[in-house]
């Protein structure tokens, strides 16, 4: 039997804004534009197909950012709490530059383009080649807080 993982401190998913969705929306135009000539039925067809399934697979891939118990859960991956040696929050041009050419080689990331603040959560693990994690966050604040918390 196992046991139950730990209510999260802070749990937070990275749904895609409301403006990806809209601008993911052109695929309707454009094969309606291929498909009508074809057939008014098929390119209504192909346009609200093709545009559920990209409204689906934005939906399925959603990662959630998560802290619970001793751990730091960021997608699929898991970082125990025990290996972060410092946590930083950056909003505005700092996240810009975190995200650009402040960015290591080695990092790992959980980067959504549609959210503006990310967490950057430097490891203290000698074995990890990784030198610190960005993860992307609406409330960056607020993971730190649970991060160091």
Do not use: Q
């Not at 197909?49 to 859960?73: E, K, N």
């Not at 997608?75 to 402040?102: C, M, N, Y």
């Amino acid at each position: 039997m196992t046991t139950p993982e730990p209510a999260p401190r802070y749990s937070e998913r990275l749904t895609p804004s409301l403006w990806v969705f809209l601008a993911t929306a052109l695929v309707v135009p454009a094969s309606l534009l291929v498909f009508l000539p074809i057939s008014i039925l098929a390119g209504c067809l192909v346009a609200v197909g093709l545009y559920g399934a990209i409204v689906a697979v934005l939906v399925a891939t959603t990662p959630t950012v998560a802290v619970a118990g001793d751990t730091l859960r960021a997608g699929r991956a898991r970082l125990p709490l025990r290996f972060v040696a410092d946590v930083r929050v950056a909003t505005g041009a700092d996240a810009v530059r975190e995200r650009g050419v402040g960015l290591h080689a080695d990092a790992w990331l959980l980067i959504r383009g549609w959210i503006p603040g990310l967490v950057r959560v430097e490891l203290a693990d000698p074995d990890d080649p990784t030198p610190y994690w960005i993860i992307s966050s609406r409330h960056p604040e607020e993971l730190a807080a649970a991060i160091r918390g």
